[in-house]
C-alpha cells in the first residue's frame, strides 16, 4: 500500500495566484481530511469527507478556501486568492468506516506551501 | 479545546524508557485515548489508542489510571529515530462522526 497521497510536495507562488492542493487516500478509506500546520497553531483540522461528502468544514478558514472529493480515490484543496497568511505545511489524511471511535487516521507527507 | 495536558517538552536517554505523561481529567466514559507523533517534516503517525484497559503494541505501551483521568505512553527502548513531538488525544464525538483535535503535544528529545 503506498499510503496517502500528495502532491506537490513544495509549493511557492505569489499573493493573489490560486493554490491547488491534490490528495489521494489509501485505497479502501472511507473518510479523508484536510488539516493544516503551522508554528503559531499547530496542527488544525480543516474539512473532512464522509463517501466523498463533506461533513464538517468549520475548521475552514474563509471562503477563500475550498475543498472537494470528486470521487473515492482524489480530493483537492484549493486557495484562491492566496495569501502570506496561508503559508503553512497542508495535511491530507484517511481513515476506515468508524466503529465505536476505534479508527486511526493515516497521514500523508504534506504539502508545504509558501505564499510570498 | 484539545481536552489534554501534557508537558512542553521531555529528555530521555537512547536505550532508556521514555514515559511520556497525559492529563484528561473531563475525559467522558466513551471517549478513547489516542495517541500520535510527528517526526520532523513528516505527517502524524497513529501509535496506540486505549479506553480504560493497558495496552501493549510493537510500538509502544499505554497505561491508562483507573479514574481513566490520566495516562502514560512508554517507549520501551527509545531510540534517536523516535525523537518526535508526541499528541495525546481524547476523541470527541458529535453525532456520528468524530474528530481528532491536536494539542502542542510533547516534544520529545533522545539524548545520544
Known amino acids: 500500500d503506498a499510503g496517502v497521497i500528495q502532491s506537490p510536495r513544495h509549493e511557492v507562488t505569489e499573493m493573489g495566484q490560486e493554490v491547488t492542493l491534490r490528495c489521494k487516500p489509501i485505497?479502501?478509506?472511507?473518510?479523508l481530511f484536510w488539516y493544516r500546520q503551522t508554528m503559531m497553531r499547530g496542527l488544525e483540522l480543516l474539512i473532512y469527507?464522509?463517501?466523498?461528502?463533506?461533513?464538517?468544514d468549520s475548521g475552514m478558514p474563509e471562503d477563500r478556501f475550498s475543498a472537494k472529493m470528486p470521487n473515492a480515490s482524489f480530493s483537492t484543496l484549493k486557495i484562491q486568492p492566496s495569501e502570506p497568511r496561508d503559508s503553512a505545511v497542508y495535511f491530507c489524511a484517511s481513515s476506515k468506516k468508524r466503529a465505536l471511535s476505534t479508527d486511526t487516521q493515516y497521514f500523508g507527507p504534506g504539502t508545504r506551501l509558501t505564499v510570498l | 479545546d484539545a481536552k489534554t495536558t501534557q508537558p512542553t517538552s521531555m529528555d530521555c536517554a537512547e536505550g532508556r524508557a521514555a514515559n511520556l505523561p497525559c492529563n484528561h481529567s473531563?475525559?467522558?466514559?466513551?471517549?478513547?485515548v489516542y495517541w500520535y507523533r510527528q517526526i520532523h517534516s513528516q505527517g502524524p503517525q497513529y501509535i496506540i489508542h486505549g479506553l480504560k484497559n493497558n495496552e501493549t503494541n510493537e510500538m509502544a505501551s499505554l497505561i491508562i489510571t483507573e479514574d481513566r483521568k490520566s495516562s502514560t505512553l512508554i517507549l520501551p527502548h527509545a531510540t534517536l529515530r523516535d525523537t518526535a513531538v508526541y499528541y495525546c488525544i481524547v476523541r470527541v464525538a458529535e453525532n456520528r462522526d468524530d474528530k481528532i483535535i491536536f494539542g502542542k503535544g510533547t516534544r520529545l528529545h533522545i539524548l545520544p
Open positions: 473531563t475525559i467522558s466514559g466513551n471517549e478513547y
Open positions: 485505497s479502501g478509506h472511507d473518510y
Open positions: 469527507f464522509n463517501n466523498n461528502v463533506p461533513i464538517d
